[in-house]
C-alpha cells in the first residue's frame, strides 16, 4: 500500500514535470530589494503574475507539439512560423527572466574593462549610452522594451520592441543578442510612477546590475 502510494506521487510528479516545461527561475533578491527606484508591490506583481502568465500560457501552447522539446532561444529563432500565443509568451519568459537578473540592489555596479570599451567605441560614454536606451525606452510608443544587444558583429546596438518581441526573433528589425532589457509596459513602472516613464527610466539606471550585464556581454562577443 504503501508503496503504490510513492508510486502514485511520483507519476504525478513526473507528469507535472511533463506538462510544464518552462519554468520561473525564483527571483534573485526579495520584492522589496529595489524599493526607491522599483516598489515591492510592482515587483511582487510583476514576478507573480504578469511573468507567471507568459510561463503558463507559453507551456499550454507548446504542450503536445514539437516546441515542447526546444530551448526558448530555439523557438524564438523561428517565431514567424508559429502562432501570436507562442510568439508573445516566448518573448514575455524570456524578456522577463533576462530582466530580474539585469537588476540588483547592489548598489554602483560598474561595467567591466571589456564592456567599458565596447561602450565607448559605439556611444562614447556610459552616460550616453544611457541616454540613448533611456530614449529608445520613451519612444516606444504602447507596451514594449529597450534593449541593448551584441550584433552578429559583435557590435552594440541600442534598439527597442514592440509587445514582448525581442532581438533573438527572425522578425526583430534589429538582431543581436540582448544583455540589457528595460521593460517599459505600463505593468512595470505604473503603481509608483503612473503616466511618468521618463521618471521610471532614470530611477532604473540606480539599480541595474552591471556584473550582469559584463557577464552577458563577454558570453555574446565568444
Ligand atoms: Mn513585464
Redesign the pocket.
Known amino acids: 500500500m504503501k508503496v503504490l502510494k510513492i508510486s502514485a506521487a511520483a507519476f504525478l510528479l513526473a507528469a507535472q514535470f511533463v506538462t510544464a516545461q518552462f519554468k520561473q527561475t525564483p527571483l534573485p533578491y526579495a520584492y522589496n530589494a529595489l524599493e526607491g527606484s522599483i516598489d515591492a508591490q510592482t515587483m511582487e506583481i510583476?514576478y507573480t503574475k504578469?511573468?507567471a502568465g507568459y510561463v503558463t500560457n507559453l507551456n499550454k501552447a507548446v504542450t503536445g507539439t514539437p516546441l515542447e522539446k526546444e530551448s526558448l532561444e530555439k523557438i524564438l529563432s523561428h517565431v514567424s512560423k508559429e502562432s501570436p500565443a507562442v510568439r508573445n509568451n516566448a518573448g514575455?519568459h524570456y524578456?522577463?527572466e533576462l530582466?530580474w537578473t539585469v537588476l540588483t540592489p547592489e548598489k554602483n555596479t560598474q561595467p567591466s574593462a571589456e564592456l567599458t570599451k565596447a561602450i565607448n567605441a559605439s556611444f562614447g560614454s556610459l552616460d550616453a549610452l544611457k541616454e540613448k536606451l533611456s530614449k529608445a525606452g520613451a519612444d516606444r510608443f504602447g507596451s514594449g522594451w529597450a534593449w541593448l544587444v551584441v550584433t552578429a558583429d559583435k557590435k552594440l546596438a541600442v534598439t527597442s520592441s514592440p509587445n514582448q518581441d525581442n532581438p533573438l526573433m527572425d522578425i526583430s528589425e534589429v538582431k543581436g543578442t540582448p544583455i540589457l532589457g528595460i521593460?517599459v509596459?505600463e505593468?512595470?513602472y505604473y503603481l509608483k510612477y503612473q503616466n511618468k516613464r521618463a521618471d521610471y527610466l532614470t530611477a532604473f539606471w540606480n539599480v541595474v546590475n552591471w556584473k550582469e550585464v559584463s557577464r552577458r556581454y563577454e558570453q555574446a562577443i565568444k
Open positions: 510583476h504578469h511573468a514575455g524578456n522577463h530582466f521593460d509596459w505593468h512595470a
